[in-house]
């Protein structure tokens, strides 16, 4: 190997930097590996919420691919809508999983996080961040009373307990008592083709057309892999 050589591979090796505890063979620098580390400990990351979170994110895109990468998970990086999230890669050969996917929603989930999408494409529309209120989400709901199957009285329990889940994917992000901002990752959790088979599948389930089997499963398919998304 020539001496042209060395100088080129050892340009190309990053440095490694001071080390952050006793016999730490890291060799990313603190913030990227913090960053790293966020990404691969949250759901998504959003812009609007966290953003110096996200412009770190932006700052060290190449790196943290490369490191999800080695861990065969994708990084999604929409800059229009100001999230990223981690997604499992799909390959032929027999890889570990990581990220595992969440339990199938409850109908009530599934309308609410439906209608979240649709809310959210009126507002990039316009421009504007959507905002929602808590009783609003619950009034929506409503519509759906006489198609649920269960116990008439702990319909609204349901609703609230829709409304959680949909919290705790992070689409809906306090602002106040009982409002809410709707994050970007709606968009990305429910893809336009997600979004018709759903739409297609409440409509059949609300007026009784179709098998109930094969509604429900077409309103599962959109379950998005846990870490991501």
């Not at 016999?23 to 790293?36: H, M």
């Not at 953003?51 to 943290?64: G, I, M, S, T």
């Not at 691919?65 to 997604?87: K, N, P």
């Not at 009982?178 to 968009?187: D, F, M, N």
């Amino acid at each position: 190997m020539s001496i042209a050589d060395d100088d080129t591979r050892a340009a190309r090796t990053p440095a490694r930097p001071e080390p952050l505890f006793a016999g730490d063979q890291g060799r990313l620098p603190a913030e990227v590996r913090a960053t790293l580390v966020r990404v691969l400990s949250s759901r998504f990351v959003d812009g609007v919420r966290h953003a110096p979170l996200w412009n770190r994110v932006l700052r060290h895109e190449d790196v943290l691919r490369s490191r999800l990468h080695d861990l065969y998970l994708e990084l999604v990086v929409d800059r229009r809508r100001q999230v990223a999230f981690t997604q499992q890669l799909e390959l032929e050969d027999d890889v570990p999983v990581l990220l595992r996917r969440d339990k199938p929603l409850t109908l009530a989930a599934t309308v609410l996080l439906l209608h979240l999408r649709q809310e959210y494409d009126r507002g990039a529309v316009e421009g504007r961040d959507v905002v929602v209120e808590h009783r609003e989400l619950l009034d929506h709901l409503e519509a759906w009373k006489d198609v649920d199957d269960q116990n008439p009285a702990q319909f609204r329990r349901r609703c609230e307990s829709a409304v959680e889940n949909v919290k705790e994917k992070g689409v809906l992000a306090p602002v106040s008592d009982g409002r809410y901002r709707i994050s970007g990752i709606v968009h990305s959790m429910l893809t336009a083709e997600k979004v018709d088979a759903m739409t297609a599948a409440l409509a059949a389930l609300a007026t009784g057309e179709g098998g109930e089997q094969g509604d429900q499963d077409a309103l599962d398919d959109h379950d998005e892999q846990d870490g991501g998304r």
